[in-house]
């Protein structure tokens, strides 16, 4: 260590730190395909382990490898998981944005970086640890190519020094992440105590970040929501999966392909049990969904918005023939190809009306890798219980990030099928139309291929109640409105949502998805800070229930949150509520790619209500 070095850290050790303990986050800068993964997962799972509640998230180039990668881990003993604008650490391994990611920093934070980069040049209000990370890697002893891939484990343990992570659940962790791989797991155990040793022997702690053990993840899980889906997904039966790689959808599938292989083969013949198909493109896979459903299967398929584009047609064809499909979107930044690694909600709008022509589409809206899994599995219940195409409405945030839960529930529930035709029912009713309204819900009742009840041909072109080729305007009419009213009938379905009433606010927060993360912490930033107390409404589907007419009808002003720049979730409301309840809503809105937090909430809010920023 120079003596240029030595003189930074006495005058950064004679500043006042602020102590941080459980309730920090933490930035890695390192580059796509350096093998930071296994170093940032067991970080993040030692944290966890610690009883500590945490979350992980990915911000990565959409290119295969060598662009700038950043991967942020919040630990919150209040158990806030939503990302947090400030980064109270950083730990600066890649020399392309290690100047822009120091210079970001807010003063007093903290950064352990490699030591060429010389980083105390550029800033001296931050608390600086330089780390020779490829001296200490050599040390190890280990072949180039090995020493590059486990560099990253170095700053685990220099980080389990500095911040009191409990070395053997960093350990513990390891071995979990790296399983059977013996010779591996060596490598990175001698990486991580090299890491140590040099911060014990060299780092003097200057930060006021540290970890405290807690018991508030006893019994918790950690996973990502696209896994979640999937288990969801074969938990509800599915038993056709037609899909096209496209991220941030393509983990859901392929997860669901390794859970179906270990879990749905037949034990007595070993074959499969489903049907797998990877299709050409986003509109085959639809149509083979749409396919699959109409002859009874369980069927989905998964997307993001450049397939939800894609597939408008066959969307379109499964409303008016009425055939249950499930399809996930896992919404990414657009239009075009946008920013495919980045999230947004910009979806909502244009699936909810998906199609030409007149339609409308149930829409479920998962905040947690638990909804998920239970929307997921709700999702099969709705779309054959209305005959249409039901979609999930989740998001690169969500999908493809780590997340807490509490271990979800095996179903005990039977699969809702709906209206599908027995010869009882048959023998009641006397007559069958395909697409008669027989009790008043606007469902008809269907039939299933070579099972032995009346067949009907499902056509795509104008027809009546018998399914037969028809142009008449009257029973066109009679049809779509009809369709329409299924509507009605979905809003008693759909899951409500969840409302907290407090009685002496007079602002009320309506949120969705994985906004509900950031709005829970902003509402006590708006309380602690700014003595103002609000409502909140989380939706989580559409249709919308009477609970939105009854939250907006009892508050003065409601603040509609959004990841989107066009309002999309507001537009839906503006096509549903009165006007007088319209006058009412204000929008918030987010759409730089990034997950949302809380202080943008805040300082949103704050301003409307003409109280300027915290």
Known sequence: MTPSDLAVQDVQAARTTRRLVNDFSIQV???????????????????????????????????????????T?????????????????????????????????????????DEPLRL???????????????????????????????KNMVYDGVLARLIDIDLEEMRKALKKQLGRKAKALALNEAALDAGFAYASEHLVKRDGLAVARMDATEGMILMEGNAAAALGCMMAGVTVVAWYPITPSSSLCETLIDYLRKYRMDPQTGRATFAVVQAEDEIAALGMVIGAGWVGARAMTSTSGPGISLMAEFTGLGYYVEVPAVIFDIQRVGPSTGLPTRTAQG????????????????????????????????????????????????????????WMSKPFEYPTAAPVRGKVLTPETLAKMGEWGRYKDVDGDAVAWRTLPLDGNPSYFARGSGHNEQAQYSERPDDFVRNLDRIGRKFETARNL??????????????????YGTSHWAVTESRDQLACEASLRTSYLRLTAYPFTA?????????????????????????????????????????VRHYNGLPIDARTITNEILAQEGRGQS
């Open 29 to 71: 800068a390192t580059a796509n395909g350096s093998g930071s993964q296994t170093a940032n997962l067991v970080l993040l799972r030692s944290i966890f382990r610690m009883g500590v509640p945490v979350s992980g998230k990915n911000l990565f180039p959409s290119n295969i490898a060598g662009l700038p990668t950043w991967y």
């Open 73 to 113: 881990i919040r630990a919150s003993k209040h158990g806030y998981i939503g990302r947090k604008k400030e980064i109270d650490l950083l730990v600066a391994m890649n020399p392309e944005t290690a100047r822009d990611d120091v210079l970001a920093l807010e003063p007093g934070a903290a950064a352990i970086y």
């Open 120 to 150: 105390d040049a550029v800033r001296q209000d931050l608390v600086l640890y330089p780390v020779p990370f490829d001296k200490i890697v050599a040390s190890i002893g280990t072949e180039a190519k090995l020493r590059r891939l486990v």
């Open 347 to 402: 979806d909502i709008l244009s699936t909810a009306m998906l199609s030409h022509g007149d339609t409308r589409h149930p829409l479920l809206l998962p905040c947690s890798i638990e909804e998920c899994y239970t929307m997921a599995i709700a999702a099969f219940d709705l779309a054959e219980q209305l005959q249409t195409p039901v979609f999930v409405m989740s998001d690169l945030d969500l999908g493809m990030n780590t």
């Open 494 to 511: 759909v899951p409500r949502p969840e409302v907290t009433i407090d009685g002496q606010a007079r602002i009320g927060v309506i949120a």
């Open 547 to 587: 609970d939105l007419d009854a939250f907006i009808d009892r508050h003065d002003r409601v603040y509609v949150i959004d990841q989107n720049r066009d309002a999309q979730m507001l537009g839906l409301m503006r096509l549903d509520l009165a006007v007088e309840r319209l006058a009412k809503l204000r929008s």
